[in-house]
């Protein structure tokens, strides 16, 4: 079993709806948690990161942890074709010897048309 | 913001042939290197940590001796790859965390380096 899942998709949705990623992890240590953006041959780029339970909200971007059920989430709203681009969570652990080592998820790839 | 840069961003070369592809950070001093690894339609796999100075820390199933990293200074690390073999093509990524990076120790992700070996 991989320590992260996420589903490959791909999504493809219309300008304007709302996106919803996911990832389930089961390694109870990750206490960062984040989400990159990587558009097509290029490295990825940090979104948002979150480091407890709960919401959090950047502009039409928001991450959501839920700890509990080892399920984190991003959700995009009013997306637009610029978001069209793979999608990666990726979480870490407090420290120790693992210190900043990131364990991604697959991806999923979106696709936004207009 | 801080900016990594990666050089050549695409080569080509012929199996047996060692390639090296360099990982700058341009604006900041990166005490800790990581370099990954992704195939097409998958997710990054970190193969490597180098800190400046030091012996690189390789993750399990990656042979040292084929993939060699020189983290010389605190904005330079290079990988090279030895004996190219056509199963060594994929998308190279190098990160870099900067001195003193907060405590997400954000890792700021280079363009990417595409190897492919003939």
């Known amino acids: 079993q991989k320590e992260v899942e996420q589903d490959p998709g791909p999504l493809s949705v219309p300008e304007g709806a709302i996106v919803s990623l996911n990832c389930t992890y089961s390694?109870?240590?990750?206490?960062?948690f984040m989400w990159y953006r990587q558009y097509s041959r290029k490295g990825p780029e940090l979104l948002m990161y979150t480091y407890s339970s709960g919401n959090k909200e950047d502009g039409r971007f928001t991450a959501q942890v839920d700890k509990s059920s080892k399920y984190i989430s991003l959700f995009i709203r009013d997306s637009q074709p610029s978001d069209s681009a793979t999608y990666l969570c990726a979480m870490r652990d407090a420290g120790g010897t693992s210190y900043g080592k990131l364990t991604f998820g697959q991806g999923t790839i979106l696709t936004v048309h207009p | 913001g801080a900016v990594v840069s990666q050089h050549p961003s695409r080569v080509i070369c012929k199996s047996g042939t060692s390639v090296k592809i360099e990982c700058r950070s341009l604006?900041?001093?990166?005490?800790?290197m990581f370099w990954y690894r992704q195939f097409p339609k998958q997710s990054l796999m970190l193969m490597a940590t180098s800190n400046e100075g030091s012996k690189a820390t390789y993750e399990q199933g990656v042979e040292k001796d084929k993939f060699l990293i020189n983290h010389a200074s605190l904005t330079l690390s290079t990988l090279t790859v030895t004996s190219a073999h056509p199963e060594d093509s994929s998308f190279y990524i190098c990160?870099?965390?900067?001195?003193?990076?907060?405590?997400?120790?954000?890792?700021?992700f280079g363009p990417g380096t595409r190897l492919t070996v003939l």
């Open positions: 604006d900041f001093q990166a005490t800790t």
């Open positions: 390694n109870s240590a990750f206490q960062y």
């Open positions: 990160s870099a965390r900067a001195l003193g990076g907060g405590p997400l120790n954000e890792q700021f």
